[in-house]
């Protein structure tokens, strides 16, 4: 299958997941924030573990099916990874969300806190890929 209309589907399916989600449980579709019920113990587990474990399915069923899932081995080393993971949840704290939930969710509800919040993710990332490849010389890899 071409790639665009593997990412095509994988955005439908995203935002199809996103609209289910609000629909039948009025839940905010943000990674961080359904990850984050399951580790502080909030009483509604059953349909975080059932979200999380459907993200990880995915790409292993795209595998299964189409015998690559075009998602390889990480190319930095784990402490790199590890530093990331932590930048990443401190972010997520600091901003109130994650991608996820502000840039699908709360971009499609008009909500202007998102729209910053997007906003910076895109420009963090985009400083950070250039400090890594042009500054740093690719450092992790």
């Known amino acids: 299958m071409h790639p665009w209309l593997l990412s095509a589907i994988g955005g439908v399916l995203i935002g ?12 905010i579709a943000g990674i961080s924030g359904i990850a984050g019920g399951l580790v502080v113990g909030a009483g509604d587990r059953a ?8 993200l990880v399915a995915g790409p292993w069923l795209l595998q299964w099916w189409q015998g690559d899932s075009g998602i390889g081995l990480p190319q930095v080393r784990w402490p790199w990874m590890a530093l ?13 969300g994650c991608t996820s939930g502000h840039g699908v969710c709360g971009i499609a509800r008009l909500s202007p806190r998102s729209l ?13 890929a250039f400090v890594m490849r042009h500054m740093l010389g690719g450092a992790g890899a």
Do not use: K, P
């Not at 349909?47 to 459907?54: L, S």
């Open 84 to 96: 990331a993971g932590l930048l990443v949840g401190f972010g997520t704290r600091l901003g109130g």
């Open 116 to 128: 910053l919040a997007t906003a910076v993710f895109v420009a963090t990332s985009m400083a950070t």
């Open 16 to 27: 199809l997941s996103a609209v289910l989600l609000m629909g039948a449980l009025g839940r």
């Open 47 to 54: 349909w975080r573990i059932a979200f999380i474990v459907g």
